[in-house]
């Protein structure tokens, strides 16, 4: 009987293991969290206002609401979208203004909600500069505004003279 045991306790202490070696600290469930940016607006932030907005930099988005990203990120209109990923500029540096832009796919009206620069231990390593550790980013934002539909999350960071626009090919169906 021992050994019918023995390999499930071994298994079951790797996923506990495993589980915890993540060099980012996991978020709180979208219910807990406050809207840090209140909600997505139809004006773009005022720190990318005057600015040229050009395609660049490198994005990736870790989850959507804490969940992994999949091909179907379905978000209920009525309660906050949570976005944790990391962005820098074409200059591969961490500028300190970021935004979240959700572009409609087939629309004209594109959202906005600043996000909040975060540590990501591990990722200037990752990227071979160590000042992006600090290129992390998390938003919380009410969707009350937003249409349902299919958005484009695009990850916008302001350098000193143009935004950079970067496409981290990621869908939310906002329902």
């Not at 589980?19 to 969290?33: F, I, K, L, M, V």
């Not at 074409?90 to 629309?107: C, D, I, K, R, S």
């Not at 290129?135 to 969707?143: D, K, N, P």
């Amino acid at each position: 009987m021992k050994s019918l045991y023995a390999p499930l306790a071994t298994a079951f202490t790797a996923m506990i293991l495993a589980s915890g070696c993540s060099d980012r600290t996991p978020p709180a469930p979208a219910s807990e969290q406050k809207p840090v940016g209140d909600a997505y607006q139809a004006a773009l932030p005022s720190a990318f206002a005057s600015k040229g907005i050009q395609l660049g930099g490198r994005c990736f988005v870790d989850d959507v609401n804490g969940q992994p990203v999949t091909l179907r990120n379905e978000v209920p209109r009525d309660r906050p979208l949570t976005i944790n990923g990391w962005v820098t500029d074409t200059t591969a540096t961490a500028p300190p203004f970021v935004a979240v832009e959700l572009a409609p796919l087939g629309g004209t009206q594109s959202y906005y909600v600043l996000a909040h620069r975060v540590k990501r231990p591990g990722l200037g390593q990752a990227l071979k500069n160590p000042a992006l550790d600090e290129a992390g980013l998390q938003t919380t934002a009410a969707l009350s505004g937003v249409a349902p539909g299919s958005y484009s999350v695009m990850l916008l960071v302001a350098g000193e003279q143009v935004a950079n626009r970067c496409v981290p090919n990621v869908v939310v169906f906002i329902k």
